[in-house]
């Protein structure tokens, strides 16, 4: 199964000596609350998500063994996807059963802890932590898990003003159970009269709503699949849908833009709810249960990439619209950064699980995929204030924006090459599937410049004052988010 004979990161060894578990139903459950640790997805003290699954019709003849097509060029797409044989359906269940996977991983207690902040000391100054980074070119290697368990309260890594105040703000604006319910009971209505015009489409909830990233403000995303011999056109599609829905009661405001990956805007009636629906851009779909793997590998990671994303907003960077970087593209910065630590936060899913995100993987086996992989406990303590210091700083003074592509699949930093995708480009930071550059709105060396100017002046100001309210309105992003309750 592990390509090379290699090691899995912290494979354990089970107790009926196989690897990976036993199957479980084919059905995704969004909550992995049973176990600790990547990939178990454990979540305390958040309310339980709805179990949201991909049931795909019976089969009537045995099903072909999984095959990866030759990749001539690193970049090809396949069709497989669209033919009428996977036809799925969503649906939400409300069954509480939790998901049984992989078991936590037990192995010896550290010998140190080169992060961990001191009991009883308000906060580690800013130049004795993540100190050195290593080369952007360096490779990490797979850690060996350093600890009994994964931490299972994000006060362990919040002994400080400023990690208190984060860990604050993610509580008061995480997207909740109900607002996935909302959103859910929407998708499943819109399916079911899309399928009066395209019979055999599947409407897929994805983003942030999906990857446990999203706030109770963040909008929803869609992606509609379509199957057939022949690719369908996208402004077409969306077209027919635009029509479609003026004439449906509860949606309201719909607006067909004319992207690159062109989508139907539109608002459940009565409501600020806003959907994008694409088409076919089944690499959403992809990318939301990678990311989903990453939110819950670590405690830290959600709060860490909700305050940057609210900081990014609020300091006007985080708007591909204007030229500014996307919220994607924050996500895999900040993951890149928790990656390239001289004791990482995070490993890279893709480098040492490639058979569990694999890029031509049918669409309907993507859920599968995370639940093959074991948990991940890092060796870095770092609080979470020192983690924002620390990510403001790496790309405010150390990574070299002229010369290198962020990687989250190598979890590292690759050489700018001088090919069409990276040349000329201010930001390059690689989609993890396609391997194009999501930072391509970045296009004027005056938001360049911009953007890099917030980090710096953050950078300065939060490392002098260790206050979050010194580089964001906490209290009155906290009221927004919850006003939408």
Known sequence: ??????????RSAYSNGLY?????????DYNHQSLAGVNSFYAPEIERLPQYEWKPPPSTSPAPPPHTPTMNSGRKRQNDEYTPHVVKRQRLDSSSRPWIGSPIIRASPPLHRPDQVVAGSSRSSFSDFDRSYPSPHSHPRPQVPAASESSNSLQDYAKDKLSNQMVELFEAC?????DLERKEMCRARLQKDIQRVFAVARLYLTGSSMNGLGCRSSDADLCLVLMGNKRPDPIHVLSVLQRLFRSLSYVERTQLIRAKVPILRFRERGSDLEFDLNINNTVGIRNTFLLRSYAYADLRIRPMILVVKKWARHNQINDASKGTLSSYTLVLMVLHYLQTRNEPVLPSLQRDYPECFDPFMDIDMVPEGPKRVPPY???NWSSLGELLLGFLKYYATDFRWDKLVISVREARALPKTSSHEWRNKYICVEEP???????????????????????????????ERKDLNSILPVRAIINKESSRR
């Open 433 to 463: 599937f396609e391997r194009n550059n999501v930072a391509r709105a970045v296009h004027e060396k005056i938001k360049f410049d911009a953007i890099k100017a917030e980090f710096a002046e953050s950078c300065r100001i939060l490392q």
């Open 377 to 379: 406990i890092s060796r």
């Open 174 to 178: 995480q997207q909740q159970s109900s």
């Open 20 to 28: 990976p578990p036993p199957p479980v139903p084919r059905c995704y």
């Open 1 to 10: 199964m592990f390509p090379y004979s290699a090691v899995p990161r912290g």
